[in-house]
């Protein structure tokens, strides 16, 4: 009857899929850099009688602003618009004060289509170094070809590969006349083109990212029949497949580097304990075996171990296990309590919410056990490591509720993504 | 249990599972709190009552005989409590529910009915951890239910962490609120 219940209601979620989400996330930079780059971007130059529907610039501005890196010199005090390298008068951006320049044209190539060059330029080397560069803009993507801009011109400038056209995961809570409803929801990594994937009136939890970007692993609940489910989702097709449902937690979904595998956190044996998934296969192997309650399970990144959250020594604490099971190390000693590590894309240091009275978000670097605390909320909690490793996505606490911020993995750039309402568990995809 | 099952969306969307909010005089148990989740969704949405009593009342009785609910909603009757509160940091049940958990377990027995003990901590700590922390607490339940005869086939446990608040707010009153074991009886 469950199954039936829930097919019958496959209409819903249709629909749910085509719909956007409330309202989209604001960046605000709260906390930059001193010596960010200064960097113009000129306005893409198009022939007279075509209007793209988007402003490439501005978001190319905008993707740039949001890491707290750069300085951006506002379009009013440009002096010129060059199209081309001709076009660039060097001294006049020089004394707008800006070290680089981006600049360049759309070529329409029909039916709202167009194509972007444009270069990149230091005005304080020679106009001959320019850097040019040429990417597609189809009508129905231009916001996807200025992300592309502005990684090219990132990647440039800072050495490390672009983030703005990766996307973010997240669930929303809010009250309803009809009672509680969690939203599942997808956007863009600049909160634009926000999509609910899944809605409930009970609890969603614990959204992760298939190493594809192509599925979601989380966690709903059947309340009828008093379960929680773990399931993933493909976010292309909407279907859903059901992964485990036993008695008891089906919970923490963590999957392998290959996406072959899902760690997760059962209890349905007495206990929370660390379980590890084979999709193909459907075979279940118990990684931990403890009374303790042992969880919130993240992948090495060389598919070899796994960090979880135990209390087997009195607190909440990391450990590192092997996949196939063993020895359990422990990872950390500081603070009353740390626990929902995850290791960062290099496998070099692992993110957690570490708690000495607050609940602040802090980095272990492995190698030299330093643990540097990198925010100051009072329960701020759910990190999540951009694909680059530059910077980490998550939930912080505010006066009344939380919002999504993001913190650079040195601490010093700080931006809020705002949105009414309660915004939890943010996930950042894969490249 | 397990099964791979291959499907299109498992919603739950609320329009459908929807329960009333009316009536029915609430749980003493439950308090009420106006300030919930993102109100300004639904501008001056007039929805007041707490997320839980209407829960309890509709569908934590489900699986009690009609002719008993009366006893369950009497105030003075012990089976009338049917929210267990827990103690910072503890997993531990206070022996002020003693009784009521006596009577509880005595009506299950009696009448075979299936119990689900549904466990719920407060905001602080982390989500999945919360989770286990919730379960522990709703396995301390059980084993009092258990040592009170209730067969094992008859107890089930639902752990939902921190994500079903009874009250939302940030300080010792809400959060004494939401560490919680809900008794529900299933259908």
Known sequence: ?431 | MGNLMQKFGFMLVAAILAISVTGCGGDKNVRDDSSQYGSEFDGNDASTSGIDTSRLDERGLKGVDYDDRMAFLDPKNPLSTRIIYFDFDSDSVRSEYMASLRAHAEYAKRKGATVRLEGHTDERGTREYNVGLAERRAMSVRRILLLDGVSTDNLRTLSFGEERPAVIGHNESAWGQNRRVEIIYED
């Open chain 1, 1 to 431: 009857m469950n199954m039936k219940f829930r097919n019958l209601l496959s209409g819903l979620l249709l629909i749910t899929l085509a719909t956007p989400a409330y309202s989209a996330l604001k960046i605000e930079v709260t906390e930059g850099v001193t010596g960010a780059i200064p960097i113009a971007i000129a306005p893409f130059k198009v022939e007279e009688g075509f209007a793209p529907a988007e402003d490439l610039a501005a978001i190319v501005e905008k993707d740039l602003a949001s890491t707290g890196l750069f300085k951006i010199i506002p379009r009013n005090k440009h002096l010129g618009n060059p199209a081309q390298l001709s076009d660039v008068n060097l001294k006049n951006w020089r004394t707008v004060g800006s070290d680089h320049l981006v600049f360049g044209q759309l070529i329409p190539k029909g039916q709202g289509n167009y194509s972007v060059r444009f270069h990149l330029l230091d005005v304080f080397k020679d106009a001959g170094g320019a850097q040019g560069f040429e990417i597609d803009a189809p009508a129905n993507a231009l916001r996807h070809a200025a992300h592309m801009v502005a990684n090219r011109i990132y990647e440039r400038l800072t050495g490390h590969q672009g983030i703005f056209t990766t996307r973010i995961a997240y669930v929303t809570a809010k009250n309803t006349k009809r009672g509680p409803r969690y939203d599942l929801i997808v956007a863009d990594q600049d909160g634009f083109n926000a999509q609910t994937v899944a809605s409930s009136s009970e609890p969603i939890m614990s959204p992760a990212w298939s190493p594809s970007g192509q599925h979601l692993a989380y966690v709903a609940f059947d309340i009828e029949e008093g379960l929680a489910i773990l399931q993933v989702q493909d976010l292309r097709t909407g279907a859903v497949e059901e992964i485990s449902s036993r008695e008891g937690i089906n919970g923490a979904p963590s999957w392998s580097p290959d996406g072959k595998n899902l760690a997760m956190t059962l209890s349905y044996h007495g206990n929370p304990d660390i379980f590890v998934y084979n999709i193909a296969s459907k075979k279940l192997q118990q990684v931990t075996r403890s009374p303790a309650i042992d969880t919130e399970s993240s992948w090495s990144p060389d598919g070899r171990s796994l960090i979880f959250t135990s209390d087997r020594g009195g607190s909440a604490q990391i450990y590192k296990i092997p996949v196939g099971g063993g020895n359990a190390e422990r990872l950390t000693f500081e603070g009353k309590s740390n626990s929902r590590a995850v290791y960062a894309p290099d496998g070099k240091s692992i993110a957690m919410v570490t708690s000495s009275g607050g609940y602040k978000i802090a980095v272990l670097d492995l190698r030299t056990r330093d643990l540097r605390v990198l925010t100051d909320g009072r329960l701020d909690e759910s990190p999540s490591f951009a694909p680059n490793g530059q910077a980490l996505i998550y939930t912080r606490s505010t006066g009344g509720g939380a919002e999504l911020a993001t913190v650079s993995i040195d601490g010093r750039v700080k931006t809020r993504l705002r949105q009414l309402g309660e915004v939890r568990e943010p996930s950042w995809s894969p490249f």
